[in-house]
């Protein structure tokens, strides 16, 4: 307690400093599983694509991101067990902080696609066993972590092949694949519309203090109805952008004016992305944040329970945004153009497939990996063309980032728990 009293300004200090830079490596290594379709496929520059990003992430970290912040904060390590040690607490969540954007930066300069869920459970399992008790780890939820680690992309791989699938059925494989295209996009849009609005209202408003009533009988169905009138308005606007394309004959490429159509909406499944992406991986920097604000605020009283206040989403949601400016595009290029060739029609698929995996992931707490996620639904794709279509190599090289991710958290973690307990003590 009297670590706590002494030098809680300097913690709350570091936190916020450790806190952003971690914002900072997810936005400059792993927003590319955003984005990287969109720009691989040819639907978006480069710029077009780090525009989207930038808006789209900071909405969904800021008014998604509050459900998985308190699984990374709470729901791993017993904070029962530091109760007369809460510098104990402090030190590891620092560590953990320091060592995963450590790692990220690392990564993102040699422009390696790695894992921010790897490197943050990772890094806080770490410190946890080494520095405070094998006992302290919550190893059921830990485990439920890590199976969502393979949960997440054979789901993503599963729904982006259904979706491929579905459209070649009725919109590449038609008598007139242009006319069905514009028939049938819109209702893709909608699907978009609907599933961004109905985790931003079940899951994210509460974390802003705002709540939605229309007396229908649940927050569930409240929320449908506005999810589907959202919906129908992004239908809408897409429909309108779409006036614009004509279908021009083309022998040489029979679907290019389908596939610009897909462009239309690959601009909302980006959206879709960027959204789900900060809803969810916003948690791996501000989770130990609010584990650290708020027991230093206490006074070293470790809570079980508590309220992640706004201001620390928007260090999470403004770090991921500079992350991305800065060193995003490395990472954008790798995975948009060397795992697979893709085409709008095929980028939609996976990216509408991912997103939606890592929605309901947001949804319901799990901090599942976004990078598994959006291989799974490459993958997927690459299925349903057949597997000569995937660059295995590069797939396997990712496979190993992912494989070294694990152990190098940790272990970055566990040295840097033990040099802030030599400075500030026990």
């Known amino acids: 307690m009297e670590i706590i009293a002494q030098y809680g300004s300097i913690f709350l200090i570091m936190a916020c400093v450790f806190g952003f830079f971690m914002a900072w490596g997810i936005g400059a290594n792993d927003v590319a599983n955003a984005m990287g379709t969109s ?17 789209f992430e900071f909405l969904g970290a800021y008014f998604a991101g509050g459900e998985v912040t308190s699984t990374i904060r709470k729901g791993i390590i017993d904070a029962q067990v530091m109760n007369d ?9 620092l560590s953990a902080l320091l060592a995963a954007g450590t790692w990220l930066m690392i990564a993102s300069i040699k422009g390696w696609p790695v894992s921010t869920t790897h490197s943050i459970v990772g890094a806080i399992v770490g410190f946890a066993a080494v520095g ?33 699938m579905s459209v070649k059925v009725f919109i590449l494989d038609t008598d007139d694949p242009f006319r069905q295209a514009k028939r049938n996009i819109p209702i893709y849009m909608w699907m978009v519309g609907f599933m961004i609005s109905m985790v931003t209202l079940l899951k994210g408003l509460s974390h802003v203090g705002l709540t939605l009533d229309l007396g229908l009988g649940s927050k569930f169905a ?17 429909t309108f952008m779409l006036r614009s394309i004509k279908d021009i004959p083309d022998e040489m490429h029979r679907f ?62 403004v770090g991921i945004v500079v992350g991305l400016i800065t060193y995003g595009w490395r990472v954008i290029m790798t995975v948009g153009s060397e795992i697979t060739e893709l085409t709008p029609s095929r980028a939609f698929a996976a990216t509408l497939g991912a997103s939606a995996t890592v929605v309901i992931a947001s949804g319901t707490g799990l901090p599942i990996s976004t990078t598994h996620t959006l291989v799974g639904a490459v993958l997927g794709v690459g299925f349903a063309r ?22 190098a958290g940790a272990t970055l973690a566990i040295i840097f728990f033990f040099i802030f307990k030599g400075i500030f003590g026990t």
């Open 222 to 238: 409240d929320s449908a109805l506005v999810s589907a009138l959202v919906g129908v308005a992004v239908a809408g606007l897409g």
């Open 85 to 93: 040690n809460p510098e104990l607490m402090v030190y590891g969540m």
């Open 39 to 55: 720009v691989g496929s040819k639907a978006l520059t480069l710029k077009q694509a780090i525009i989207i990003a930038m808006i």
């Open 386 to 407: 057949g597997i000569g279509a995937l660059n295995l190599g590069v797939i396997g090289s990712i496979f190993m980032s992912w494989i070294i991710t694990l152990p």
């Open 256 to 317: 290019r004016s389908v596939e610009q159509v897909f462009g239309v909406l690959m601009v909302f499944t980006a959206c879709s992305m960027a959204f789900a992406h900060g809803s969810n991986d916003v948690a791996n920097a501000v989770g130990p944040l609010a584990a650290i604000v708020s027991t230093v605020q206490s006074g070293g009283e470790i809570a079980a329970k508590s309220a992640v206040p706004w201001w620390i989403l928007l260090v999470g949601g």
């Open 132 to 164: 405070i008790s094998v006992d302290a780890i919550y190893w059921s939820n830990v485990g439920s972590i890590a199976a969502s680690w393979l949960v997440s992309p054979l789901l993503a791989g599963a729904l982006s092949y259904g979706l491929f």
